[in-house]
């Protein structure tokens, strides 16, 4: 989001500086951007259910191999390829073309099909009851948290920064837990990244408030800042669901 402070300098209005819940451009911007989260999430589910359950899509991307604990689900070397590829889609996507609507678009709908194709790995490792009941709570509390970063009147920036010092360093946890992983890390590990997605899911609905009004009605920023929007929520409510699943998740 940082491009459009540079491609559109107009001063940063703060939190609570206007009376934004009344605003029917407001609203109508989160709309979009909360319908485009849905729909996203809508078709994710609808591929990772392809890939975990139509078998000759399923061995082109994940396979059993033998560990110390028995039989493990995990990716073949072409699913490795397509749960890495959503970090090089948004890399390119940001830095390699001018920022538009259309190719914004692009990059959204890129990363949440290819997020999809990989979460079927998840339907084999995990009950569907508790997979649906996480689904339920995940929506509950992003609904909820969303709520709070759209109505306060608090300058979340701060807390903001703090969460993105917090994710640095639980990507770090989960790479070391990778060789010296035992349950109470992983635990540990799975509790602050809930804590931690849930500050951003508040932390970036009020973003994209402020960043409405930043835009000061132009239409082609508005679009592009939809999209983007759209894809920070969507991998807030993606990792805040994983990791309430590892969490209480019943394995198969």
Avoid: C, H
């Avoid at 485009?36 to 139509?54: E, F, P, R």
């Avoid at 669901?241 to 209480?248: M, Q």
């Amino acid at each position: 989001m940082s491009d459009f402070n540079r491609d559109y300098p107009r001063p940063a209005p703060q939190a609570g500086a206007a009376d934004m819940a009344v605003d029917a451009g407001l609203r109508a911007f989160m709309l979009g951007v909360y319908n485009k989260v849905g729909l996203g999430l809508l078709i994710s589910a609808a591929l990772a259910y392809v890939t975990s359950s139509v078998p000759a899509v399923r061995d082109l991307l994940f396979q059993q191999v033998m560990t110390t604990r028995g039989l493990a689900e995990t990716y073949t070397l072409l699913g490795w390829v397509v749960a890495i590829a959503p970090l090089p889609v948004l890399l390119l996507g940001r830095l390699a073309f001018r920022q538009s609507p259309r190719s914004s678009g692009i990059v959204y709908w890129s990363v949440v099909a290819l997020f999809g194709a990989s979460l079927g790995i998840w339907a084999l490792l995990y009950t569907g009851a508790s997979i649906f009941m996480t689904f339920l709570i995940t929506s509950a509390a992003f609904g909820s948290l969303s709520l709070v970063g759209y109505t306060t009147k608090r300058d979340l920036t701060g807390l903001g920064s703090f969460l993105m010092i917090g994710l640095v360093g639980l990507i770090i946890a989960m790479f070391v837990s990778v060789f010296f992983a035992t349950p109470g890390m992983q635990f540990v590990i799975n509790v602050i990244g809930v804590l931690i997605f849930a500050g951003l899911i508040a932390y970036n609905t009020q973003r994209l408030k402020l960043t409405y009004y930043q835009l000061g009605g132009d239409q082609a920023a508005m679009s592009v800042a939809t999209n983007y929007g759209a894809l920070s929520l969507y991998l807030d409510f993606l990792n805040l669901f994983l990791f309430l699943l590892r969490l209480t998740g019943a394995r198969r």
